[in-house]
């Protein structure tokens, strides 16, 4: 398990669309002494940057808190990662597959849900999970749940997901339709990547259009045109 290129039995290669057709971020303070040797050390000191020394290193503790674990690998949840929402940007190089598993047996009973990734992925990971695999992704990354931001009005066709008020904005979006054998589009109500996820979706062969509800959580797009809000 866990090799990359493994359909995924969520969306993406030859799904089935539901509904009708249904399924699937101390220098200047001298004390007045006139001392030269206490003036020269607070140069030398202002001159080594310590301070942004620091600030630097700060950063860069920030930045490795951000990432939650690697984009290559199997991870047991509640030992080696904790249950909640992962965003990852993507692929390191063709393509980026993660599955959850509720056993470690690599038999394909025990997955619960996969996707073969080509731009950003969400992800929630519950804590009734036993395991995560994840190959060829870039670091995976905590969601905060209260994040907000602006969110666009316009998004990649092949971007992959998209948080609704945060990275798109709610409203009707337009594509010109596929950029190769097929467009694929998918509204969800949560992360989870499961069949019971998805709100609505479709495999589009020419012009697009798709209303995303305020009420959606994320938006799913793969092998289409960019899209842009019409409405």
């Known amino acids: 398990m866990g090799t990359k290129g493994k359909i995924a039995l969520g969306a993406v290669v030859g799904i089935v669309v539901i509904g009708a057709v249904s399924a699937n971020a101390g220098g200047n303070s001298d004390s007045g002494s006139g001392d030269k040797s206490k003036d020269s050390s607070a140069s030398a000191e202002r001159e080594s940057g310590k301070p942004d020394d620091t600030k630097s290193d700060e950063a860069e503790q920030a930045a490795e808190k951000k990432i939650a674990f690697k984009g290559d690998g199997d991870f047991e949840v509640g030992t080696d990662i904790k249950p909640g929402t992962y965003r990852t940007t993507g692929n390191t190089d063709d393509m980026c597959y993660w599955e959850r598993a509720k056993d470690a047996s690599g038999e394909v009973d025990s997955l619960l849900a996969n996707d073969n990734v080509s731009g950003t992925s969400y992800v929630t990971i519950e804590a009734s999970d036993k395991l995560f695999t994840s190959s060829g992704c870039k670091d995976w990354e905590a969601v905060d749940a209260k994040a907000s931001g602006t969110p666009a009005s316009q998004m990649k066709g092949n971007g992959g997901m998209f948080r609704v008020g945060a990275d798109i904005a709610p409203g009707t979006y337009k594509s010109t339709g596929n950029t190769d054998d097929m467009c694929y589009w998918e509204r969800t109500k949560d ?35 960019d899209w842009k809000k019409t409405a």
Request: glycine fraction near 8%.
């Open 191 to 225: 992360a989870s990547q499961s069949m019971d996820s998805i709100i609505a979706n479709n495999n589009v062969s020419g012009t697009a259009v798709v209303t995303i509800a305020a009420g959606d959580a994320y938006f799913k797009t793969t092998g289409c045109k």
